[in-house]
């Protein structure tokens, strides 16, 4: 995998979509090599010896036990109304929706 | 409470650390609400504990070193400092930390950087770089930490403090802002091993609202601490002692440790854990693919800051843009990144048959020894801005503490001497999981052995 290794922008512009991230133009050029070199050294894991046979580690059910499924309230000091952005009547307020309203509009 | 007053007091004086993110008048009334209401009876009455600030509290701000959470108080309290509390401790303050304990010198912090406590032109190590500087300059008895990668243990090690990593599970998460949860873990920061355990008994535990909890209770590890470490079989990891770039001082230290646990009468040889060579690069792959799932959370919709935008995706992308730092949105990325489509399983995917690898080298290490010994850190504190425009040599920082995170075991940094620049030097203990209480035993020897006393004196330090 190492000759594809080298993040290009085009790839960074969509992480950061996928992630959410607004990266500007500017800190493009920065932020591809960083994550190339990264990514480079990383890379190295895989000539670990580590073949099918060996399983990849996951919190099984000994790491994540279940609970008896009951609605318990967790006692808080005060409510979302005063931890939102925005908040009325039992409800966080967010901006429109964008592509989806204007696509039913 | 004078006790309280008093480590007010000493936080005031050392402002110049920047360790302690809470306005000091917030602070004075806090500590004095808290004296008035504290459990006399309790183990840790009237001691004045420095929190972390990605550890919820309701008497302060929680904002994990992050402009994201600027002000954000949080509704619930961490288990961890519940506990503390109904021990009789003190909640004194928020710590400065790299943002949401991602880094290794607090340089990565909303609030700017904090500053060594012997040398105001190095750094006090990180995430938990506040607690440890606080604790080493003697503002503060004890303070609480987390890690993810070695962020308890590295700036105890560089602090010349000590520093433990619990056993995953044995500290409740609730409470503790999530960065990667397979490897999260708090720990407490204190002066002495005794201390360390003392504040450990009174935090872990079974905590029902941690689904990772471990539902055994802790055997008691204070009363076993004198026991000594005659007969005890000790393995010095080599692949650890003979990392790349380990500086002299920081080697010769661990054969001292060697020749002290000989001493003592513990039987040492050196041991080979072949696979932990690769638990830096399994571990820059596993935490940030945790921690890109985690911090999604942060949207500016339920809490936090929110950037104003039209519609709502570009209310998220502008609101992350501008509340986290280039670290964290570093991290951010190539967790996205190694989760993609096309590069899941040559990244993450075999990023976690690594991690079973080294899981089954330690074990196979534990077959033949009870506890481990490594450095902390491959160097002593490093100077300011030193490795802040390069993220991978900031990485390799973390080598020697990343394996214990990615097993789930246990370990501690203890003080072992200074080196030729007058900085503290730590080494490690390592024990398996649960092993907490062989695992203080043989720290509290190396304690008795290396008698590092070095503390900057207070005002006056750098």
């Known amino acids: 995998m190492g000759e594809r290794m080298s993040v290009t922008h085009d790839e960074v512009r969509r992480i950061a979509r996928l992630a959410e991230l607004e990266v500007s133009e500017d800190a493009l050029p920065l932020l591809a090599e960083q994550m190339s070199r990264i990514l480079e050294y990383v890379a190295q894991i895989n000539s670990v010896p580590a073949s099918e046979a060996v399983k990849p580690f996951v919190p099984g059910p000994d790491a994540v036990r279940f609970r008896a499924d009951e609605v318990k309230p967790a006692p808080l000091a005060f409510g979302p109304a005063e931890l939102a952005p925005a908040f009325r009547d039992g409800f966080f307020l967010v901006p429109k929706l964008g592509q989806f309203e204007q696509e039913e509009g | 409470m004078a006790s309280a ?13 920047n360790a302690c993110l809470t306005p000091i008048k917030e602070l004075r009334k806090s ?30 701000t929680t904002s994990c070193g992050s402009k994201i959470l600027e002000g954000y108080r949080s509704p619930y309290e961490a288990t ?14 928020k710590t400065n930390c790299d943002e949401f304990g991602m880094g290794s010198s607090t340089e990565h912090s909303a609030y700017g950087r904090s500053f060594h406590p012997f040398d105001k032109t190095r ?21 609480l930490g987390s890690e993810t990668g070695g962020s308890v243990r590295q700036p105890a090690s560089l602090c010349g403090v000590v520093g433990i990593k619990p056993t ?7 409470g503790i802002v999530a960065y990667a949860s397979s490897l999260d873990q708090a720990g407490p920061f204190a002066t002495t091993v005794a201390d360390t355990a003392l504040l450990l008994e009174a935090m872990w535990g079974h905590d029902p609202c941690d689904s990772t909890s471990i539902p055994s209770e802790p055997e008691p590890v204070l009363a076993r601490l004198e026991e000594g470490v005659a007969g005890l079989r000790v393995g010095v990891v080599e692949e650890l002692t003979d990392v790349e ?4 001082a920081v080697r010769a230290a661990v054969d001292s440790a060697r020749n002290l646990f000989e001493k003592a009468g513990a039987e040492v040889d050196t041991v080979s854990v072949p696979s932990v060579e690769y638990g830096l690069s399994a571990y820059y792959i596993i935490a940030p693919a945790e921690a890109s799932s985690n911090l999604a959370r942060y949207d500016g919709v339920r809490y936090g800051l929110r950037a104003p935008a039209a519609e709502v995706a570009t209310m998220n992308a502008l609101t992350r843009e ?9 991290r951010i990325m190539l967790g996205t990144y190694a989760l993609s489509a096309g590069y899941y399983d040559a990244y993450y995917g075999q990023a976690q048959r690594v991690r079973t690898l080294i899981i089954r080298d330690f074990s196979r290490a534990y077959e033949r020894f009870d506890v481990l010994l490594a450095p902390t850190s491959p160097t002593t504190a490093f100077e300011l801005g030193a490795k802040t425009s390069d993220p991978l040599a900031m990485y390799l920082s973390d080598v020697c503490t990343i394996p214990t995170n990615l097993t789930g075991a246990t370990a501690i940094s203890v003080p072992a001497g200074l080196d030729a620049a007058g900085l503290p030097i730590g080494v490690q203990v390592l024990a398996p999981a649960l092993g907490e209480a062989v695992l203080l035993r043989a720290a509290r020897s190396l304690e008795a052995g290396f008698a590092f006393t070095a503390r900057p004196t207070l005002g006056e330090a750098a």
């Open chain 2, 123 to 143: 750094v006090p190590g990180g995430s938990s770089g506040g607690s440890a500087a606080l604790v080493a300059s003697g503002a503060v008895p004890a303070a």
């Open chain 2, 168 to 174: 995953y599970g044995r500290v409740s998460r609730y």
């Open chain 2, 80 to 93: 961890a400092v519940a506990k503390l509390k109904a021990a009789g401790a003190l909640i004194a303050g």
């Open chain 2, 31 to 60: 500590l004095a609400v808290q004296a008035s209401t504290a459990h006399p009876s309790g183990v840790l009455y009237g001691m004045p504990v420095a929190v972390k600030d990605n550890i919820c509290t309701l008497e302060y």
């Open chain 2, 322 to 330: 501008a509340g986290f730092g280039a670290e964290v949105k570093r």
């Open chain 2, 5 to 17: 007053k008093a480590a007010a007091d000493r936080i005031v004086k050392l402002k110049r650390l």
């Open chain 2, 245 to 248: 770039g380990i500086q002299p």
